[in-house]
């Protein structure tokens, strides 16, 4: 592994960082001077100053953790249990000049183990009702969510990467092609699953009504379609620090205009112009955390979409909240040339 592409100094615009951590998707970086040790960012720092809807353009010394948590390269044996105990990423290893010589990440793991969060009895929601139209012709023959990727489908990976954390109990929203689905699960399983039967299509949040009397509090709800590789244990202890009603999970993507961009006045003179300038969005993934009580603003039988939840949320003043994650951790399978970039970077 080239550790060089991990390294970062201070004064690199934060806006850096992020593409190099997509570029990585290691969601650690190693601030140094000189190849000496002097700082680490994370994916979780960045999301702390995205929130706080700070400027991207400010340089990295501002958000980096300037006494992190290192290990001697003879000491490297003890360096899962130190990110077990911390629960972080990665951890450098240096020498006696605190040089870097090595970075070693939690997801390198052999045995790929994931932190202990078996007390969390959180239940997953997954819809799968959708015909997934973006996929003709494939689903004119498989449903969506046993699509797969690799040979695995890209329901059941969503479901691997919760059981990772310990969430290992699941309920699908069904109805096109249920049968088939059913069918599929109907066999040994290594967790709870529950199937929730749509009489007619309810949209991407309706189908919820219909599993409010199974929830008792907070829950994940997903769309079957996407895999967001980030440590859902601390996305579920966020939601319920920040005292959330709905969290969403979202991407921070950045766009370039090609172009120089040209603002008028209000009597129409130039005001500015920017050459090719950079636009950061956040996206939502189509991932997010909920309460039970939000379920009561979604009316019964009818067709209603997530975003209309949304709104009747902020409209009655609940919280809500977002979870910026690196572009890079979010992968999406609902479009053609979007499930080659998920094959790709699951390296199948």
């Keep these: 592994m080239e550790i060089s592409k991990f390294f970062i100094t201070q004064e690199v615009p934060i806006r850096e960082a992020i593409r190099q951590l997509d570029q990585t998707a290691k969601k ?25 809807n700070k400027d991207l353009s400010l340089p990295v010394r501002l958000i980096m953790n300037t006494d992190p948590k290192f290990l001697k390269k003879e000491d490297s044996p003890l360096a899962f249990e130190l990110m077990e105990e911390k629960q972080i990423e990665g951890i450098p290893l240096v020498n006696d000049e605190h040089e870097v010589t090595d970075i070693i990440f939690w997801n390198e793991r052999k045995d790929h183990e994931a932190y202990d969060c078996k007390g969390f009895q959180t239940p997953v929601v997954i819809m799968a009702g959708g015909k997934g139209t973006r996929l003709y012709p494939y689903t004119k023959i498989i449903p969506k969510p046993l699509i797969p990727i690799g040979d695995i489908p890209i329901v059941e990976r969503i479901m691997n990467k919760f059981m990772e954390y310990g969430f290992a109990e699941f309920y699908f929203t069904i109805h096109y092609k249920k049968e088939m689905i059913k069918a599929y699960f109907n066999g040994e399983i290594p967790y709870q699953l529950h199937f929730i039967e749509e ?18 509090g ?15 244990a601390k996305l579920l202890l966020h939601h319920k620090a920040q005292h959330n009603k709905i969290t969403i999970v979202t991407a921070l993507k950045s766009y370039e205009i090609p172009y120089g961009v040209v603002t008028l006045n209000e009597i129409g003179l130039v005001n500015s112009l920017s050459e090719k300038p950079n636009y950061e969005l956040l996206v939502n993934t189509g991932f997010y955390v909920l309460e039970k009580e939000i379920l009561n603003y979604i009316p019964k039988n009818q067709y209603f979409d997530m975003p209309e939840l949304i709104h009747s949320c902020m409209k009655h003043g609940d919280r809500v909240g977002a979870y910026p994650v690196m572009d890079s951790t979010w992968l999406d399978m609902g479009e053609f040339s979007e499930m080659k970039k998920m094959m790709e970077r699951l390296k199948l």
């Design 28 to 52: 650690l970086l190693v601030v140094v001077e000189q190849n000496r040790l002097i700082g680490v960012i994370t994916d979780g720092d960045i999301r702390r100053w995205i929130i706080k």
């Design 199 to 216: 009489d007619k299509p309810l949209g991407t949040a309706g189908a919820l009504k219909l599993v409010k009397d199974e929830m008792n």
């Design 218 to 232: 907070s829950f994940f709800v997903s769309n079957c379609d996407i895999l967001v590789d980030i440590n859902y």
